[in-house]
């Protein structure tokens, strides 16, 4: 009885950290998710008005960090300021560019237990792209 | 010796759950980036129409300013794509105008032209995305992801 006991004891850990997993692999799909659509939101204001302007930029960081809980410096933004127009033909230059990257700060759960130290168990989930302006230069 | 045999079979059930459940989720990133190019395709191509021809009644898509636009974006979204690196992506438009018609909206189920007879220009684009087995583990095979979206355009 007490061997078995023994095993458990070893054993349970182990089980419990998948549990933590599953809960966590949840967590961080749905804070990508919700992260995607605070970029996405921003982008369609972003092709009206030619650019992230500012009241743009600060509601989507504003929403940002109300989802993911952390701070502006923590993320990594690149947003197009400068007004791009609507053309009749193509032109790349007139595509108005943006890349954001918040932290996922927990990737594995009992990491510890692995020997994994937490710098090297957090990543950086990033969206970027193109979107061609709808503003039409007056 | 039993509760270790149970445990071993306890851990391999959790092993394979969570590699399902870590592919799905990639799977499912993999299908929200294919929306989100084709979205912003289908979305820029529609922008680029025969203004003089339009001004006249007609409205008619600039098919290779829109073609030259989605060739752009698939081009820099390779750069930042979530699938293994030596995926093929292509890419199919249907661009339906007063030139091209709106024939064979039914046949895809895209009704472009509604009840009442009304034509509306619309981009429609399809991104394939062809690549090795998503799914590391043997009953669910999955190498290929097809996302399309559709750009209309009011008349």
Known sequence: ?138 | MKVFIVFLGLFLIHVSFLSYQGDLGYYVRCQAFLKAVAEECAAGAALYYDEEAYAEGCFRFLTDEGRKHIDYILEESRKTMPFPPDSVISYEVIFRDDDLGYEGSQETGNDTETEGGERIPSVTVTITALTEDLFRLPFLEVQEIKRAAKYELPY
């Open chain 1, 1 to 138: 009885m007490m061997k078995q006991m023994i095993i458990l004891m070893g054993v349970l850990p182990i089980l419990l950290v998948f549990l933590l997993q599953y809960t966590l692999d949840q967590r961080n799909s749905d804070r990508i998710s919700r992260f995607q659509e605070c970029v996405y939101q921003a982008k369609e204001q972003a092709k009206q008005k030619g650019c992230f302007t500012p009241e743009i930029k600060a509601e989507m960081i504003d929403r940002i960090r109300n989802n993911f809980d952390i701070e502006e410096e923590e993320m990594e933004i690149v947003l197009e300021e400068v007004p791009r127009y609507r053309t009749s033909v193509f032109d790349q230059r007139e595509l108005i560019y943006y890349r954001v990257s918040v932290p996922i700060e927990k990737i594995m759960a009992g990491n510890r237990l692995f020997g994994i130290p937490d710098e090297e168990n957090r990543g950086l989930y990033t969206i970027e792209s193109w979107t061609a302006s709808e503003l039409i230069r007056e």
